[in-house]
């Protein structure tokens, strides 16, 4: 199994620009979240994934818009990024049940200029 | 979910013990202790979790007193792949927020020869 993979794993956008972060997962995972991680602090929740077709807002979620057409795959978008969105972008999934273990995939560095 | 409180920072020599502490006062019967690590730039990796019981792992073992105010993460023979930013994060295993973790501010562990 690859586990968690996300692409691309570095992006520079202009002000204004839009674009998607890709997360995928094979580990047929019923849940998948979005993190932030900003210079010097832990991981904060953009949006998460309960379920094909069943998503939701987590603590960050302004800017971003996420979809979930297949259990695997979970894109995070941006529709018109921000300096302010800079930061190390970060999937993670987990089985339902009763540890909630999450898997975390390698990041994506987003820098916006 | 409830709070945790951890030290900032702390150093232990290779080969040692290393024993992070957690404090989770405020931590509710339904809720669990879980441990996570991020090694530098990398996705956070689950280490252990636990009710009431101390658990042990291949990775670690997981202290909680028995009033569970607060818990201890014991990395038996500590290696320098250890250092890391180490997070302790108390919430419900299911429910509403499954799926979800809060993150502090961590433990940075740095491991010297």
């Known amino acids: 199994n690859a586990g968690v993979t996300q692409t691309p794993k570095f992006q520079v956008l202009k002000t204004g620009q839009s674009m998607t972060l890709q997360c995928a997962q094979d580990m047929n995972h019923e849940y998948m979240s979005w993190y932030r991680q900003d210079p010097g602090m832990g991981l904060r929740l953009i949006h998460y994934?309960?379920?094909?077709?069943?998503?939701d807002q987590g603590e960050v979620p302004n800017g971003y818009n996420v979809s979930r057409s297949t259990t695997e795959d979970f894109p995070l978008r941006l529709l018109s990024a921000a300096p302010s969105q800079t930061s190390v972008y970060f999937c993670?999934?987990?089985?339902?049940?009763?540890?909630?273990?999450?898997?975390f995939g390698p990041g994506t560095r987003l820098t916006v200029l | 979910d409830a709070k945790t409180t951890q030290p900032p920072s702390m150093d232990c020599a290779e080969g040692r013990a290393a024993n992070l502490p957690c404090n989770h006062s405020t931590i509710s019967g339904n809720e669990y202790v879980y441990w996570y690590r991020q090694i530098h730039s990398q996705g956070p990796q689950y280490i252990i979790h636990g009710l009431k019981n101390n658990e042990t792992n291949e990775m670690a073992s997981l202290i909680i007193t028995e009033d569970r105010k607060s818990s201890t993460l014991i990395l038996p023979h500590a290696t320098l792949r250890d250092t890391a930013v180490y997070y302790c994060?108390?919430?419900?295993?299911?429910?509403?927020?499954?799926?979800?973790?809060?993150f502090g501010q961590g433990t940075i562990l740095t491991v010297h020869p």
């Open positions: 994060i108390v919430k419900d295993a299911g429910g509403t927020s499954y799926g979800k973790l809060t």
């Open positions: 994934s309960v379920g094909a077709g069943i998503t």
């Open positions: 993670a999934s987990s089985q339902q049940g009763s540890t909630d273990t999450q898997y």
